[in-house]
C-alpha cells in the first residue's frame, strides 16, 4: 500500500498535536504566553495561590517562591515564556517553558523560577533568567502534566540533549513558622490555572 508524502506529513502532524494536549486555565481556555494566571491548589486546604517570600527572615532580595498560608488569596500572576514558540502561544503538556511573575523584580531582575539547591534540598527561587535554552539555563525550565483532573509542575527539562537532570515534581514544605515553601518533592501539589 502507498501512502503519499502529503498523507504521510498529515499522520505525523495529527499524531505529534494529540500526543501534546493544551494545558486548561479553569475556564478550560488553553494557556497561552502573555497571558497572565494565577497558581493555585486545586485541593482545598493546601495553601493559597504562589508568591514570592523572603528566604529568611531579614532577607529581601533574592526571593524564594513560596504559597499563601490563607487558601483564599491568589498569590502574584504570573506568565509563561516557551523554550520554543508555537503558533498561538499555547502552552502544552510537554513543552519546556519559564515561569515569571508578572511585575515583580527581585535584585533588581525580573522573578523567574529556578531549582536551586539549598541545605540539602532544590528549592524554587526567583533567580532564574529568561530564555537562553541550553546547558547554561537548565535550571530555569519547568513543565506542567495532567495529574488526575488537575496539573502538576514538573522539573524535567529537555532544552539541553546532553544534560541529564535529576527530575522531580513541585511540592510545599511547611517550616515552622507556618512559610509554604517550593520545592521538589516526592508528593506533588495539584495545581489549577486562573485567570488574572
Known amino acids: 500500500m502507498k501512502i503519499s508524502f502529503f498523507t504521510f506529513i498529515l499522520i505525523s502532524t495529527f499524531s505529534l498535536s494529540s500526543s501534546q494536549s493544551p494545558v486548561l486555565d479553569t475556564n ?18 493546601r495553601g493559597g495561590g504562589v508568591k514570592l517570600s523572603p528566604t529568611t527572615l531579614n532577607q529581601t532580595c533574592p526571593l524564594d517562591v513560596a504559597q499563601e498560608n490563607n487558601e483564599r488569596l491568589n498569590g502574584l500572576p504570573l506568565n509563561f515564556q ?5 503558533r498561538g502561544g499555547v502552552i ?7 515561569i515569571r511573575f508578572t511585575g515583580a523584580r527581585t535584585c533588581g531582575k525580573p522573578a523567574v523560577w529556578r531549582i536551586e539547591e539549598v541545605n540539602g534540598q532544590r528549592v524554587v527561587s526567583s533567580r532564574g533568567t529568561l530564555g537562553n535554552p541550553g546547558k547554561e539555563t537548565l535550571s530555569n525550565w519547568f513543565k506542567f502534566e495532567k495529574y488526575d483532573n488537575d496539573y502538576k509542575i514538573v522539573f524535567c527539562p529537555g532544552v539541553c540533549n546532553t544534560c541529564r537532570p535529576a527530575c522531580g515534581t513541585i511540592g510545599t514544605t ?3 513558622n507556618g512559610r509554604r515553601s517550593l520545592l521538589l518533592s516526592n508528593d506533588p501539589l495539584k495545581v489549577k490555572f486562573i485567570k488574572a
Do not use: C
Not at 478550560?28 to 486546604?45: C, D, E, H, K, R
Open 92 to 98: 502544552r503538556d510537554t513543552a519546556d517553558f519559564n
Open 28 to 45: 478550560q481556555m488553553p494557556l497561552v504566553t502573555g497571558v497572565s494566571y494565577y497558581i493555585v491548589p486545586a485541593v482545598s486546604g
Open 82 to 86: 516557551l523554550a520554543i514558540p508555537n
Open 174 to 176: 511547611i517550616a515552622k
